[in-house]
C-alpha cells in the first residue's frame, strides 16, 4: 500500500492521538503515546482500536473514536505540526525506525525518541552534510525507491531556473565516484546543442533563454531518477548516471538526442528557423578512480560528435584494456 511520505503521515497520527487523548479523557479514561504506537497498524499507518486498551473495552467509545479518524483530514506539514505535540510526532517517527518496513526493507538500525531530539538539535550546513558518504547512500536509496524521497531539495538552479547550478557538478562527479563499489559503474554525459548560434543571432537571446529552458527540461524528463542534471555554462549540460551499465548509458543517451532533435522541429518551425538545434553528446561509462580523466574523456567525446556530424551521441574510448578503443558513434 502506498502511504505517502511518511514524515506527512507521523505528523497526521500525532494530530490523531492529540484528539483521541482528548476524546478518551472526556470518557475518564487516559491514552498515552506508548498505548497509541502500539495501536498503529504499520502496514498501512492507521490505527487498530482493538489494541487500545482505552477504546477497546467501550462500543460507544471507540466508535467515536473511528469517526474521529475518518473525518481527519491530511494537511500539509508545516499546518499539521500546528495541531499536534512535536515530541509525540518524535516518538512516533523513532518508533517508525522499529515498526515500519516500507516495501519490506527493515530499518538497519532502531533509534529511540530522545536520541532522535538529540539528532534534531545538531545544525548543519547542507552544502556540507553534501560531503558525508551517508547523504550519498541516502541519494542512492532514493535513486531506487523514487516514489519515497528520503531529502528535501535545497540545492541552487542554474539562472534559467530549470536544473541545478554548475557550482555542483563536479563535486558530485567526485563523491560519486568515491561510493562507487566494486563492479559499479558511472555514466557521464556531456552535451550541448547544434545550431544554437543561429537561435540567438536570428531569434536574440531572449529566445535562446527559451531554447536552453526546453532543452534541459527535456534532458530532465528523460534522466527522471536515474541520475542528475546540470547546465555546466551556456547551453553545455553535464548528466550524471550512477549505477548504470554501457546499455543502459546509451540508452539513455540516445532517447536525449532523439527528443531533442523532435522536439525542436516544431519549436524551429513555429518560430521560422530553417536548421532546429540538436544535440551532439559524448558519453563516458566508467569505474575508475579519477574525475579529471573522466571529465577529460566526456569532452573529448562531445567534441568528437560534433565534428563528425553533429545530432549523434559518441561512446568515449574507455581506459579499461576489455573495451574498444575506438570511439562507438550513434546516429
Not at 497520527?13 to 491514552?31: C, H, I, K, P
Amino acid at each position: 500500500m502506498d502511504v505517502g511520505p511518511i514524515l506527512t503521515r507521523v505528523v497526521d497520527l500525532a494530530r490523531l492521538f492529540n484528539q483521541l487523548r482528548v476524546l478518551a479523557a472526556e470518557n475518564g479514561t487516559d491514552l498515552t503515546i506508548q498505548e497509541f504506537v502500539q495501536g498503529i497498524d504499520w502496514k498501512s499507518l492507521t490505527i487498530d482500536f482493538e489494541k487500545l486498551h482505552s477504546f477497546a473495552g467501550d462500543a460507544v467509545l471507540a466508535g467515536q473514536a473511528e469517526a474521529l479518524m475518518e473525518s481527519l483530514t491530511p494537511t500539509p506539514l508545516k499546518d499539521g505540526l500546528v495541531e499536534c505535540d512535536g515530541m509525540d510526532a518524535i516518538y512516533i517517527l523513532a518508533a517508525a525506525t522499529h515498526f515500519f518496513k516500507p516495501r519490506g526493507i527493515s530499518a538497519a538500525r532502531r533509534i529511540e525518541a530522545a536520541e532522535l531530539l538529540g539528532l534534531l538539535r545538531v545544525s548543519f550546513d547542507f552544502e556540507e552534510l553534501e560531503n558525508d558518504a551517508f547523504f550519498w547512500r541516502m541519494k542512492k536509496w532514493e535513486r531506487q525507491n523514487s516514489k519515497y524521497p528520503l531529502l528535501n531539495d535545497w540545492r541552487e538552479l542554474d539562472s534559467l531556473e530549470t536544473v541545478w547550478d554548475q557550482r555542483y557538478w563536479q563535486r558530485d562527479l567526485e563523491q560519486l565516484i568515491q561510493e562507487l563499489v566494486p563492479g559499479e559503474l558511472l555514466g557521464v554525459l556531456k552535451m550541448d546543442l547544434d545550431n544554437f548560434k543561429i537561435v540567438n543571432d536570428e531569434l536574440g537571446h531572449s529566445v535562446g533563454d527559451d531554447a536552453i529552458r526546453h532543452y534541459c527540461s527535456v534532458v530532465k524528463s528523460v534522466v527522471g531518477s536515474d541520475g542528475y542534471v546540470y547546465r555546466r555554462g551556456g547551453d553545455e549540460v553535464v548528466v550524471l548516471l550512477p549505477e548504470t551499465d554501457d546499455s543502459r548509458a546509451s540508452a539513455i543517451a540516445e532517447e536525449i538526442r532523439s527528443e531533442i532533435e523532435s522536439t525542436f522541429i516544431s519549436w524551429a518551425s513555429e518560430r521560422g528557423l530553417e536548421k532546429s538545434p540538436t544535440a551532439s553528446i559524448g558519453l563516458v561509462v566508467y569505474g575508475g578512480p579519477s574525475p579529471v580523466e573522466v571529465v577529460e574523456l566526456a569532452d573529448k567525446a562531445q567534441h568528437d560528435a560534433k565534428n563528425n556530424g553533429k545530432n549523434r551521441v559518441v561512446i568515449a574510448a574507455s581506459m579499461n584494456e576489455n573495451r574498444s578503443e575506438a570511439s562507438d558513434e550513434l546516429d
